[in-house]
């Protein structure tokens, strides 16, 4: 079941590639497993450094509910989250975190800041990492390798 | 010249205080000390746990300026970041973080996270601490002891 969600989170990171942004998506849903929101990154569209994949998912899913809080909600998202992002889905009290790859240049869950473990943390969700991870990995791949092919042939 | 950008946070922090929301002001100055955006907190009324002043007036300065970056701005907060807001100022690469009032119960700066000085952190802004201290740390104990005496009065 919670395959089906992160496959609609990589259609999203799949959508955000398409548009020239990193692709990252997420998925917010209720725990009657409805969706309530998905996202994906839109930093350079939105000029916002905050916009990423699951900043956005959450934001939304507490304004379509009208609460600043997500107690029983999950999130999925196709990478590890980042500081800031870890940030917010502990202070939405999300209840699961599920998430793709690993990001060994800004997570900040299992590694990093380790936003969920260390003293000061006021909610960790539990969290489970690597479902979808190799489509995860090859949407990003495949981004920075076109990245880089273009800024070749503009060299 | 940079208390006088922390006496605009401050008074940003008190108009929380009075919209009943958490007493946090914040303020984006260019580095030619134009103001860009200022804000307070704003994540009850937006049904927003993102809404930290610091993280609502960096979303700002970046719209107005039309770009997701802020090198060379500085930011005035009234309390020390969180992990989360840590996060956006790194991303957004302010260059000069001011902030008041110590944080013990969330503060990522310069204790929890730590989120400019461990080994993953892309930017990390210059910090100056303990400007306006007093008077935040004022405006936060007047606010909270404010509400567990409604608290009092409503039991």
Do not use: W
Request: net charge negative.
């Amino acid at each position: 079941m919670f395959k089906s969600y992160m496959d609609i989170a990589l259609k999203e990171a799949k959508a955000a590639a398409d548009r020239g942004e990193v692709p990252v998506g997420a998925v917010v849903v209720s725990g009657k497993g409805e969706i309530i929101s998905q996202a994906s990154n839109r930093t350079r569209e939105l000029s916002d450094p905050s916009a990423h994949a699951e900043m956005i998912a959450i934001r939304s899913a507490c304004s379509v509910l009208g609460q600043e809080r997500l107690n029983g909600y999950d999130l999925y998202v196709t990478l590890e989250p980042c500081a800031m992002c870890a940030g917010v889905i502990s202070a939405a009290r999300i209840k699961r975190l599920y998430y793709g790859a690993s990001d060994d240049k800004s997570g900040g869950v299992e590694q990093g800041c380790c936003v969920f473990t260390h003293s000061q943390s006021h909610h960790a969700p539990e969290v489970y990492s690597g479902i979808g991870e190799n489509e995860a990995n090859d949407i990003l791949k495949t981004f920075f390798e076109q990245l880089r092919n273009k800024s070749l042939v503009v060299q």
